[in-house]
């Protein structure tokens, strides 16, 4: 027999052996999920959240010493051991939640039937609450429709918040009004002024393409009577959520810098590389795992609803300071450049990152997950 023969057959042999293993892996994470997907029922009727942060902590700490002790990278167990968790949550996250507040008969979304409208009538539905709907077809029923709510939410495009919400001045009493818009200062004050029954302004920090709550942050910005909206900001804890409460000026103050900012010089870039005439399939083709995540996020971002990003940018006049002056920054930097003063350059860079101290690192560390993802992406 051929030296040749021999090691196609040892070959064989080998990959036979872990086809093998990859089958019984197979059978373990199937064998996996139905005992988190039991956990999910179970935690479900005691109404305890999916989530439990310091149970991830302690799990993912256990196993990265034994990976050390078994000689296999920690790093790769816990990628693993994340994907699996996520899907864990899933499983759990479909086994239904426990109703806060079963007191509350009816919830009206007005726009319900939008993309973050559905996310909230899926979730309060889930959870054993009545949910109906307000559409622009709905208003000469709304009326009857808003009589006896006991939590309005208006999820509707922020150029509408402010004239939907005017229109609430005959909710009972006692319902909650709530609106779920990206800025606070503006919505709340209407609110405020149109409604003497509770009133909180809340602010998802994510998209419409979520498939649950867990680990995503809902902002919370304080109205009036909070002891009659507290079950709320439980419901959404429940469903695995962060609250994050802050005064609404603050939170607007904020994401001028987090969304606003952020977004338009986004926009710039996407403009500028199609003004240029930049061709994108090279550019990834000759990308570094992070240019081709920035690529990325740009690229997201103009596959989605351009009044969405609109509205975002133009709602509050206040921002267009902030941007005046990050353009200044920009051309301050692009001065020094011009004048080959590197010496200035490179305090600047210095001082941005003692001001960023420990979490330059932390960053660091977190942007190596994300950077083997995006290598592997481009590989595929």
Known sequence: MSNTATFEQQLTALRDEIDDIDGQLVALLAKRRAVTTKVGLLKSEVGMPIFAPE???????????????????????????????????ISQDASGYRCVNPDCKKIVIIGGDGQL????????????????????????????????????????????????????????ESCILADVTSIKEAPLYEMMKVHNGPVIGLHPMFGPDVTGLVKQTIIACEGRLPEQYHWLLEQFQVWGAKVYPVEAHAHDQAMSMVQVMRHFSTIAYGYHLMTEGADIAQLVEMSSPIYRLELIMVGRLFAQDPVLYTDIIFANQDNIAMMKRFAYRFLELLEDVQLDDKQAFTAMFSQVADWFGDYANIFLQESKAMLIKADQLKKH
């Not at 622009?136 to 208006?154: F, G, K, Y």
């Open 117 to 172: 409208g559905r996310i909230f009538g899926d979730l309060f539905t889930r959870s054993h609450y009545q949910v109906q709907t307000l559409e622009q077809a709905d208003w000469p029923n709304s009326t009857d429709i808003l009589a006896d709510a006991n939590l309005v939410i208006v999820a509707v495009p922020i150029r509408l918040t402010a004239m939907i919400i005017q229109k609430l001045s005959s909710l009972p």
């Open 55 to 89: 149970r991830e902590a302690s799990l993912l700490k256990a196993r990265r010493q034994q990976a050390i002790a078994a000689g296999i990278s920690p790093e790769l167990i816990e990628d693993i051991l994340r994907r699996l968790m996520q899907d864990s949550y």
